[in-house]
């Protein structure tokens, strides 16, 4: 099958961004999360406990905070129908249907072990989507998680390096929500992230879609991805044959039929595209790159085990992207 990827100006910008972020870390320059910036000067302050002639001032203070948050909410909530349709990076600004209290935006970051010096990231999906395969291959950690979190559970992995100030979270399926689509959103916390990693499995759920729109509400980087790149091609492979079962298609899965193997490649890429494209579609979203990724190729780029004889699907280009994406929203460079 060979090596498809011969683009060395990505793999050159993958290690420049990832450069760019580890002095950034080590020089303690690392700039906060846009997202938060703005979300901050939005949230509605608790009111403390008064006593004495201030008393009714702070009342005051606090009524009048609450009074312009809500202007300024009604205010964004009327942009929603354009939120829909920005992509982040348009014009960097922040438009969510509700945005947390303070005290829940300061549970948020402490269930979380927020800290503001390191880049987080979220995985979301559907259960059996690949999320914990996902961040072992970029943790190098070869299937060492341990046991999956619960069905409300949230799993938080730090990367080992200290030259890698990355946080992976793993955060359980949204598909047995049932209220509104930024209920989901705004009660895990993920408008504290730097970017969210969304997997699928055969489609896009609505809750799936739900988690995408509200990424752009909140100006946060998303990439939607497919796991199993390698399995889902040998399954069309095999479904292009009478008898899967036969030697012939066996061999053909196996990728002893290269020209086969290439050509069912091209269209379980293009088919897993267009998929995405059309739900995305549906409900009124722009289209979105979707990733392919094969678990191994990617563990094999990180550990810096790439060869001419390994097959690439979108790995280099996701590494591009998210590392590109952090330098730009977190360094000066």
């Excluded at 549970?107 to 559907?126: M, T, W």
Aim: charged share 30%.
């Amino acid at each position: 099958m060979g090596n498809t990827f011969s683009a060395a100006n990505t793999v050159k910008e993958v290690l420049l961004a990832f450069e760019s972020i580890r002095d950034a870390s080590t020089t303690e320059t690392m700039r906060p999360n846009p997202t938060s910036q703005q979300l901050e000067s939005l949230l509605v302050p608790y009111p403390q406990e008064a006593c004495g002639p201030c008393h009714w001032q702070n009342r005051m203070n606090a009524r009048e905070t609450l009074r312009r948050s809500r202007r300024e909410r009604q205010s964004l909530s009327d942009e929603v129908d354009l939120a829909r349709h920005l992509t982040v990076g348009e014009d960097g600004l922040i438009r969510p249907i509700k945005t947390p209290t303070a005290r829940e935006y300061a549970a948020a970051k402490q269930r979380l072990q927020y800290e503001a010096d390191f880049i987080h990231f979220a995985v979301c999906g559907p259960a059996q989507s690949g999320k914990s395969t996902l961040i072992e291959s970029f943790l190098r950690t070869d299937g060492r998680l341990g046991e999956p979190p619960g069905a409300e559970a949230v799993a938080r992995h730090a990367d080992g390096d200290l030259d890698c100030p990355f946080v992976w979270y793993e955060f359980p399926s949204a598909e047995a929500h049932a209220g509104a689509d930024w209920e989901y959103f705004v009660a895990q916390g993920l408008y504290l992230f730097d970017a969210v990693f969304l997997l699928f499995d055969k489609q896009l759920a609505q809750t799936d879609v739900a988690i995408l729109r509200n990424c752009a509400r909140f100006a946060i980087p998303a990439y939607v991805v497919r796991m199993g790149a390698r399995g889902g091609v040998e399954r069309a492979v095999l479904d292009a044959f009478a008898s899967p079962t036969s030697e012939r298609a066996r061999r053909a899965a196996a990728g002893l039929e290269p020209r086969l193997w290439q050509k069912m490649k091209k269209a379980y890429i293009e088919s897993t595209r267009a998929a995405v494209g059309k739900a995305l579609e549906d409900d009124g979203l722009p289209d979105q790159r979707v990733y392919i990724v094969e678990k191994d190729t990617l563990c094999k780029l990180m550990v810096g085990e790439d060869g001419p004889g390994l097959e690439y699907f979108d790995e280099w280009e996701l590494l591009r992207d998210v590392l590109d994406d952090a330098r730009r929203r977190r360094t000066s460079t």
